[in-house]
């Protein structure tokens, strides 16, 4: 259990926290044109349905680093710092952009581009969120 | 719409007023709105019972647990025009995030259909007491439920990767940053009213100032303040028998998010995207282009947006700005240089969201910069990221 902020899933949530409590990252995928997203809209933000009737998937959570910064201060309680947070460009969804922690710690040697993989943060008995580790350079 | 602005240099800005900017004050906000929207108005020749539109925009752009109170932590266009008189026909406040270019556009469309003759634009900020940003939520509900978590909160944490990946792609390293920094806080130090009067910072100053999100640190962006600035705009028939040289809205154009992401997650890319389509839009409508321009007031509440906007607007290549900057391609004291940070800007005023951009271009262009004063025909502002603000035109040579 750490003192971090935690999500209140919501009907348009439940699923992805569900099955991020078991270190699956399923994201929402449309079910009238076939193209994930994320976080899920009223609508499908690629073909505009406004029955979007998203279905949560499991994608394989590998992507590439497009930015960091190390957080040595943060406007949240509960929050310790310092840590790395990433921006990921996921391999086989580009058009989706996560942000999540990097678990190799902030003194991670990091370049534009280096292979990322997802990873989970357990937060509380409840709750994990999706993180990224550096995939093996070799 | 394509081609010409149908109301290119048909609006005027004739006076302005602004208060002292100060960290903080016990001075409820309405009251200074109230006593700076008065000296605005005196000083374009009017008097309150002719200011008929009132524009403006309220926001409180903080991720702290503050409660907006209208007339003591906001100022909206209800608030003002209530609360000075007079017999408002037309009164409205722009809802999004480029709030100062927005609530613009408003005060010239309000002008251009002929729902007021005279407007009075305003925008009013805070700096509540506590902590600015903090936020002691431990469950965070709705949009963001998908950023709270990780740690990600808060505009600058977006902002830093912005800057980084720009940083990691162009060479760009805290010693250009330290360039942007030190311009705008070197002209912000010869502004009587400003926040930082009297106090410019060295390069060594800055890179001694340890980074808060890699690479920028709490110097590379703007400190929260209590200010208010007023603009009065008219017609420009209308203009002509007031006592200042009219300043002319050549053009205006806005920005929006182009991918569906999560909360505040603003990338470089998607601010170069959007801001090519709003700079080709903005060049189109108003008749001129990046070398007609004598001065760029580019909005700079976090420094890399500097490098964005100029790369944006055509100002230099993309993935250059860095190098156009230290090689004094904004220095406002060199005569030839685009002056960019002239007026101060965000760093060097306080958080004034764009305020100090358009208050410089009205001033240069008016003719009334005093000591600063530069040879300005025509000028560009631009207010918050391209993929959310605007950006605007403005001419003392409306031929």
Request: with cysteine; hydrophobic share 40%.
């Amino acid at each position: 259990m750490t003192g971090r902020p935690l999500p209140v899933p919501d009907e348009t949530s439940a699923p992805y926290w569900a099955a991020c409590a078991e270190h699956v990252l399923k994201l929402p995928r449309c079910s009238n044109c076939g193209e994930f997203t994320l976080p899920p809209d009223v609508t499908c933000p690629h073909c505009q349905s406004p029955e979007p009737d998203f279905k949560f998937e499991p994608v394989s959570g590998r992507g590439k680093l497009r930015s960091w910064t190390v957080i040595r201060h943060s406007f949240l309680s509960g929050v310790e710092v310092p840590f790395l947070l990433v921006d990921v460009q996921l391999d086989e969804q580009p058009h989706i952009r996560m942000v999540g922690r990097l678990l190799d710690g902030p003194e991670a040697q990091l370049h534009i581009g280096d292979a990322v993989t997802v990873a989970f943060e357990d937060l509380s008995p409840e709750f994990a969120v999706p993180a990224f580790t550096l995939a093996d350079a070799s | 719409m394509s081609g010409l602005f149908a109301s290119h240099n048909r609006i005027a800005i004739v006076g302005y007023a602004h208060s002292e900017v100060v960290r903080r004050t016990s001075e409820p906000l309405g009251i200074t709105a109230l006593r700076t929207a008065r000296a605005a108005i005196e000083d374009a020749g009017l008097t309150p019972e002719q200011i008929d539109g009132f524009t403006s925009s309220a926001l409180l752009p903080s991720s702290g647990e503050h409660a907006a109170q209208d007339g003591i932590s906001v100022v909206t266009s209800d608030w003002l025009a209530k609360h000075l008189g007079g017999h408002a026909h037309y009164v409205a406040g722009f809802q999004g995030i480029g709030q100062l270019t927005g609530s613009l556009s408003l005060a010239v469309n309000a002008l251009a259909s002929g729902a007021a003759d005279y407007v009075l634009l305003h925008r009013a900020l805070h700096n509540p007491a506590g902590k600015y940003n903090d936020n002691p939520t431990t469950e965070f509900a709705g949009d963001q439920q998908w950023s709270a978590p990780q740690g990600f909160f808060g505009a600058l944490p977006a902002i830093a990767m912005v800057c980084n990946e720009y940083c990691q792609r162009y060479g760009a390293t805290r010693e250009s940053l330290a360039d942007v920094v030190v311009e705008a806080r070197k002209n912000g130090a010869r502004l009587p009213w400003s926040y930082w009067h009297g106090k410019p910072i060295t390069k060594e100053d800055y890179l001694a100032e340890p980074p808060i999100n890699d690479p920028m640190s709490r110097l590379d962006c703007d400190i929260p303040v209590q200010g208010v600035g007023v603009f009065v705009l008219t017609t420009a028939d209308r203009a002509k028998d007031l006592p200042h040289k009219p300043v002319y809205i050549s053009s205006q154009a806005f920005g929006y998010p182009l991918h569906h992401r999560i909360p505040l997650h603003w990338t470089l890319d998607e601010m170069m995207e959007s801001g090519v389509g709003l700079a080709q839009r903005l060049w189109e409508s108003s008749g001129l282009g990046p070398a007609d321009i004598d001065t760029a007031q580019v909005y700079d509440a976090f420094s890399p947006f500097v490098y964005i906007w100029l790369e944006v607007l055509g100002f230099c290549p993309v993935g250059e700005a860095h190098r156009f900057i230290s090689e004094g391609g904004i220095d406002s004291d060199r005569p030839d240089s685009l002056g960019t940070l002239s007026g101060g800007g965000a760093i060097g005023n306080g958080r004034l969201h764009g305020l100090p951009q358009l208050l410089e271009c009205y001033l240069q262009l008016s003719g009334r910069a005093g000591e600063r004063q530069r040879p300005t025909t025509n000028a560009v502002m631009s207010y918050s990221a391209p993929h959310f603000g605007g950006a605007v035109v403005l001419t003392n040579d409306p031929a």
